[in-house]
């Protein structure tokens, strides 16, 4: 799965995996559209550089009514 904008997102998946790059997350998560896993990877190759608005989209759809701390 590439690198997710927020247009992308799947409705609904059972994990966000966030990677530094879209090839870590392929390795790490095979088959993450079947697993129904959200793989999020930074495009400068930096974990500290993944886009947090997809990140806090992808936690909102996922976890909607929901109490998640961070």
């Given amino acids: 799965m590439m690198a997710m904008s ?5 409705c609904s998946y059972s994990c966000i995996a966030l990677f530094s790059s879209e090839e870590k997350g392929r390795l790490f998560v ?10 999020i990877s ?4 930096k974990l ?3 886009d947090v ?6 936690v ?3 976890f ?6 961070v």
Avoid: F, M, W
């Avoid at 927020?6 to 799947?10: A, I, M, N, Q, R």
């Fill in 6 to 10: 927020l247009d992308k997102l799947p």
């Fill in 30 to 39: 095979p088959n993450a559209e079947e697993k129904r896993c959200a793989i």
């Fill in 42 to 45: 930074s495009k400068t190759g």
């Fill in 48 to 50: 500290a550089d993944v």
């Fill in 53 to 58: 608005d997809v990140v806090k989209t992808a």
């Fill in 60 to 62: 909102q759809q996922e």
């Fill in 64 to 69: 909607a009514g929901s109490l998640v701390l």
